[in-house]
């Protein structure tokens, strides 16, 4: 018997975001299911219906949603359009998806406390907590009904396995098909780009907040170990030497560490004094994106031992 190789429709979808549009992804298992769905805007709404038109489908005839993560470009439309659709995600998706309010007071109190630690002035942490509230804005409001982990295979889209691939954001998954070796990767590998490790605080009790660009180099190894033959992004391009991309991605976290560790004074310095060094023209339009990327090479650098943290009334000092 000659299987049928596996169909993937990619639909590009607008957000009013930095990062430009997000890829959404057909696919017609036992159950037709899309994989994210773009920010809750009109003008996303309508480019989905429409693309969907196209290609034959009505909303209501998508039976399920996997979402890749909880960021507002992948969930958005996840209760306008597809509120009968069955929802599948992360488990660290729920609490976003619901907009669970004691979950966000618990959010924004760990920035301020976190960020008051790495010297961040007050104001710029108030900015990053609205910033939040702004992309809560896009996120469609709806629980999962269907929660997944590593290894699981999704009901409905037989052949198709969960990757759990932390570190973007804590909710992220990717998925795979080994038979024909694709993998979809949301925004944990992205072509024109390279993903932030965004900080995000400690999820289930955990007492310290997670070590994101650890955690993300760890995923995408853990990607290339599959060997994929191609991965569907979030935004951009699919892509077909994974292994060389990753070799500049990794590239880049070594340059970046030894650029901050080369900065760093005798005498000790904050993350955020490092931040502004570093980023001098966008740490203040950016301080959410910038902080992550300053404290996720310093984790890098300590966890190397390259760098050491000291506590001084409260503030959080890295040393050589
Ligand atoms: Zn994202």
């Given at each position: 018997?000659?299987?049928?190789?596996?169909?993937?429709?990619?639909?590009?979808?607008?957000?009013?975001?930095l990062v430009g549009p997000v890829n959404v992804y057909i696919i017609k298992g036992d159950s037709l299911t899309l994989v994210d769905t773009g920010p809750n805007s009109d003008q996303a709404k309508e480019v989905l219906?429409?693309?969907l038109k196209k290609l034959g489908y009505l909303p209501e005839d998508i039976e399920q949603?996997?979402?890749?993560?909880?960021?507002?470009d992948h969930v958005g439309l996840v209760e306008d359009l597809f509120s009968h659709a069955k929802l599948i995600g992360h488990n660290n998706c729920d609490p976003w998806l619901r907009k669970d309010r004691s979950?966000?007071?618990f959010i924004e109190n760990y920035f301020y406390s976190f960020f008051q630690q790495h010297a961040v002035p007050k104001g710029l942490i108030e900015k990053m907590v609205k910033v939040n509230r702004y992309f809560l804005g896009f996120t469609g409001r709806r629980g999962l009904d269907v929660v997944v982990k590593e290894g699981d295979v999704i009901d409905g889209l037989p052949g198709w396995k969960v990757i759990e691939t932390p570190g973007h954001a804590q909710s992220h998954i990717s998925l795979y098909y080994e038979a024909e070796r694709l993998l979809i990767g949301g925004d944990h590998i992205i072509s024109h780009i390279s993903s932030n490790a965004i900080i995000e605080p400690p999820y289930d009790g955990e007492e310290k907040r997670?070590?994101?660009?650890?955690?993300?180099?760890?995923?995408l190894k853990k990607c290339l170990d599959l060997n994929p033959r191609k991965v569907y992004s979030g935004h951009g391009e699919a892509i077909e030497d994974l292994k060389g991309l990753l070799d500049i991605r990794f590239k880049?976290?070594?340059?970046?560490?030894n650029?901050?560790?080369?900065?760093?004074?005798?005498?000790?310095?904050t993350s955020f004094e490092l931040c502004k060094l570093y980023f001098p023209h966008i740490y203040l339009k950016e301080p959410m994106?910038?902080?992550?990327?300053?404290i996720g090479h310093l984790d890098l650098l300590e966890e190397r031992g390259s760098v050491k943290t000291i506590v001084k009334n409260g503030i959080i000092f890295y040393e050589k």
């Open positions: 018997m000659i299987s049928k190789a596996m169909k993937i429709e990619k639909i590009v979808v607008p957000t009013p975001f219906k429409e693309s949603v996997i979402v890749t993560h909880h960021h507002p979950f966000i007071a997670p070590l994101t660009l650890l955690q993300y180099r760890q995923a880049e976290h070594e340059d970046k560490a650029r901050l560790k080369s900065i760093i004074p005798e005498e000790g310095i994106l910038t902080m992550s990327e300053i």
